[in-house]
């Protein structure tokens, strides 16, 4: 007869223990609610975080299978309550079911598609970004991954992906009292952009700011992350108004189960290079993506300047997108003790780090709330780029900007730039220069 001597318990502790440490730390905490971020590995996917500009580095055109887990409780349930509309891919990121993205398709690709009984569901021309955009249907019974190796096997030299979804938007805000605007010096007013969830542009927060608003046919539905990123943006931070300045703000989400889709990022990133708009801010986290990587070189080549959260799963976590990409500064957050959040993301991909946590920032319905993660580090750095930088956007001078922030950002950390702050910390009023 077997006779196990050891008790069941210390049998299933070291398999408990692993799996708690492999969970990812979701932490783009609005109010105590969170939105997190979708790790997923590019292997290979290497930076250049000296003086801009960087070394581009060549990233597959596919993610691949990876044992990696969605982790986000906020798209967990969005898939649950729409599994029509959504499916994952093969690593655990959401995507628009049935959909695949094909960029600059050629006229006999197209053809090829609709003989294997695919259909076009929408056709844009980014001209701004000199893209053109296809989404292809998958014939019925087809799954998303299955669409997605067929039309790759149709037309290997063709580039196609995933309709990824990207996070930022949060729920709820603790409720803070409605305070006067901080007194003090103005603060220069700021022209620059937002690709986030839609914006309250009736809160105090932005009293006099001319707020240009797109997407949602319109009608932009106001959300807790976008209007807190915004109210950072635009200088409104501590339960203070803004001090002017013009914010061009996308809603890629609209209140809708597929929003936050890269072909809805993508035409945002088109309309605010139509704008002409300097810098952009993208607060929003998700897994590489052939069209988002597209566009967000196109926007780099015209000498727009990108800044993105790095993420909040944690230091171990793989590089998130489009913050990992070279083009982007990104943006790690720290509490006000200039320590790292714990569950900020590291690595080659932190530019520069900026106060993230204990944040008073705006709410949709007009009270304020305290935030905390990378989201809301980010437009602390973008605002201090678009106080020194040139409304129109320029290759030179966008460089020249990066490097004189790496250059006057404070050392944290290990002497010079580290995985941890990148270059230093970057403070709210830190303009690196003048118009």
């Known amino acids: ?24 730390a979701h932490a783009q905490l609005v109010g105590g609610m969170r939105a997190g971020s979708l ?31 969605l982790g986000n409780p906020r798209l967990e349930r969005l898939l649950r309550r729409h599994p029509k509309l959504l499916d994952v891919d093969p690593a655990g990121a959401p995507v628009v079911r049935s959909e695949v993205v094909a960029i600059d398709p050629s006229v006999e690709a197209l053809q090829l598609a609709r003989v294997a009984g695919f259909s076009v569901g929408d056709e844009r021309t980014l001209q701004a970004l000199g893209l053109r955009v296809v989404v292809l249907r998958s014939p019925e019974g087809t799954g998303t991954r299955a669409a997605l190796q067929q039309l ?76 807190a990123v915004a109210s950072l943006l635009m200088g409104a931070a501590d339960g203070g108004a803004a001090s002017g300045g013009t914010l061009f703000a996308a809603d890629i989400y609209c209140g809708r189960p597929t929003g936050g889709a890269v072909t809805g990022y993508a ?53 998130l997108f489009p913050a990992a990409y070279p083009e982007v500064m990104g943006v790690t957050a720290v509490d006000r003790r200039q320590r790292a959040l714990p569950e900020a993301g590291r690595g080659v991909q932190v530019d520069f780090a900026a106060l993230g946590s204990e944040l008073r920032a705006a709410r949709p319905d007009g009270l304020w709330g305290t935030v905390r993660g990378t989201s809301f580090a980010a437009p602390l750095v973008a605002r201090a780029a678009a106080a020194a930088y040139l409304v129109a956007p ?26 941890t702050y990148g270059h230093g910390l970057v403070a709210p009023a830190a303009a690196t220069g003048s118009r």
């Open 152 to 227: 790759r096997r149709l037309d290997p030299s063709g580039s196609y992906d995933f309709n990824h979804l990207y996070s930022g938007a949060a729920g709820a805000m603790a409720a803070g009292p409605v305070r006067a605007p901080v007194s003090g010096p103005a603060a220069p007013a700021v022209r620059i952009g937002l690709i986030d969830s839609g914006v309250a542009r009736g809160h105090p927060a932005l009293a006099g700011v001319d707020v240009h608003s797109w997407g949602c046919d319109g009608a932009p539905v106001a959300d807790a992350h976008g209007t």
């Open 1 to 24: 007869m077997f006779i196990c001597r050891r008790p069941l318990l210390s049998l299933l502790l070291p398999a408990l223990v692993l799996a708690a440490m492999a969970m990812p």
């Open 39 to 69: 790790p997923v590995t590019v292997p290979g996917q290497r930076r250049v975080s000296g003086a801009v500009p960087r070394l581009r580095r060549d990233l597959p055109d596919v993610v691949p299978e990876a044992a990696s887990r």
């Open 394 to 419: 320029d290759p030179a001078r966008a460089a020249q900007l990066r490097a004189q922030m790496a250059e006057r950002a404070r050392d944290l950390g290990t002497a010079g730039r580290d995985d």
């Open 267 to 319: 035409e945002a990133m088109a309309w605010l290079a139509q704008e002409g708009v300097g810098v952009i801010n993208l607060s929003l986290v998700g897994p590489h993506n052939a069209l988002l990587r597209r566009a967000t070189e196109a926007l780099a080549a015209r000498g727009h300047v990108l800044v993105a959260a790095v993420g909040n799963d944690g230091p171990a976590a793989p590089p």
